[in-house]
T-cell receptor, first 115, second 113 residues
Framework: GAGVSQSPSNKVTEKGKDVELRCDPISGHTALYWYRQSLGQGLEFLIYFQGNSAPDKSGLPSDRFSAERTGGSVSTLTIQRTQQEDSAVYLCASSPVSRGNEKLFFGSGTQLSVL | AQSVTQLDSQVPVFEEAPVELRCNYSSSVSVYLFWYVQYPNQGLQLLLKYLSGSTLVKGINGFEAEFNKSQTSFHLRKPSVHISDTAEYFC???????????FGKGTKLTVNP
């Protein structure tokens, strides 16, 4: 596709429900990142994939959060038993390789609201 | 672990005035430094990056940034801003052998007529 695609763009859920957020990176991009953007908190790193492997998942806030990537392409971020503090914009980004010096291409994000 | 401090959460300026958005990072042997911009209702996009070489880096839309290793700073500047520069600006750093790109909390630049 032309850019990084995320779905849904908006998700409203009730506290305690599980949610799945999807990211379609740019075709051919091997590196994929998930970030969380909360008001006044900037971008918080969650997890990084190289291919289907996740060498760095240090940013996942709790064991309620998990992510996977299949076929070196689509990634899904799952939040179980959602809490109100999970409300944020979840951003996905991809890059062609990961040597440290290349730019990230960001999607428009999923706005998650937990009621 | 790397960290980034953006000293100003909000910066209001008048159109055609100069602006400097400040960024400091924690030290590492070698770092890559970035500025990203998020215009209202749009995704983040790269403004400029420092990898090595000249410490003065020029980016899109007339912005530039200067890498200062002794002060561990990477401040963003523009000599004359436009209304269209109103956006949130994020400084980011990657280094110390980590693949993680660490962002600051952002600075909201508001350009007033």
């Amino acid at each position: 596709g032309a850019g990084v695609s995320q779905s849904p763009s908006n998700k409203v859920t009730e506290k305690g429900k599980d949610v799945e957020l999807r990211c379609d990176p740019i075709s051919g991009h091997t590196a994929l990142y998930w970030y969380r953007q909360s008001l006044g908190q900037g971008l918080e790193f969650l997890i990084y994939f190289q291919g289907n492997s996740a060498p760095d998942k240090s940013g996942l806030p709790s064991d309620r959060f998990s992510a996977e990537r299949t076929g070196g392409s689509v990634s899904t971020l799952t939040i179980q038993r959602t809490q109100q503090e999970d409300s944020a914009v979840y951003l996905c980004a991809s890059s062609p390789v990961s040597r440290g010096n290349e730019k990230l291409f960001f999607g428009s994000g999923t706005q998650l609201s937990v009621l | 672990a790397q960290s980034v401090t953006q000293l100003d959460s909000q910066v209001p300026v008048f159109e055609e005035a100069p602006v400097e958005l400040r960024c400091n990072y924690s030290s590492s042997v070698s770092v890559y430094l970035f500025w990203y911009v998020q215009y209202p209702n749009q995704g983040l996009q790269l403004l400029l990056k420092y990898l090595s070489g000249s410490t003065l880096v020029k980016g899109i839309n007339g912005f530039e940034a200067e890498f200062n290793k002794s002060q561990t700073s990477f401040h963003l500047r523009k000599p004359s801003v436009h209304i269209s520069d109103t956006a949130e600006y994020f400084c980011a750093v990657r280094g110390g052998g980590s693949e993680k790109l660490v962002f600051g909390k952002g600075t909201k630049l508001t350009v007033n007529p």
